[in-house]
């Protein structure tokens, strides 16, 4: 059975750190692109960051260059999200989903067809 499943998330202060992680069941990491995205209450849902079959291929929002750094461990099928200089902002419900598309890296809401069910991330003093 298909599966991905998020954790890392929690409470913390602005400048803080923070590593998510998605462990996926069902296939492997070497198959399909991760993804991750994040929303808040009322906005869409957006993308943040993916890593590509195989983890050539990296992308970042904007947002989160600099700051956020994807990686992937083949030996236990899961993606990691390392969240340093969190801000405010980065408040919301953290998403990993599988893309369906072999190859590639995009964080086009249409690439991808499992989600987790989410971790809560919040960033506050």
């Known amino acids: 059975q298909l599966q991905l499943v998020e954790s890392g998330g929690g409470l913390v202060q602005p400048g803080g750190s923070l590593r998510l992680s998605c462990a996926v069941s069902?296939?492997?990491?070497?198959?399909?692109?991760i993804g991750w995205f994040r929303q808040t209450p009322g906005k869409e849902r957006e993308g943040v960051s993916c890593?590509?079959?195989?983890?050539?291929?990296?992308n970042y929002a904007d947002s989160v260059k600099g700051r956020f750094t994807i990686s992937g461990d083949n030996a236990k099928n899961t993606v990691y999200l390392q969240m340093n200089n969190l801000k405010p902002e980065d408040t919301a419900v953290y998403y990993c989903?599988?893309?369906?598309?072999?190859?590639?890296?995009?964080?086009?809401?249409?690439?991808?067809?499992?989600w987790g069910q989410g971790t809560q991330v919040t960033v506050s003093s």
């Open positions: 890593i590509s079959n195989g983890g050539s291929i990296t």
């Open positions: 069902g296939f492997t990491l070497n198959s399909y692109a």
């Open positions: 989903a599988k893309s369906i598309h072999r190859v590639g890296c995009t964080t086009r809401l249409s690439w991808y067809d499992y």
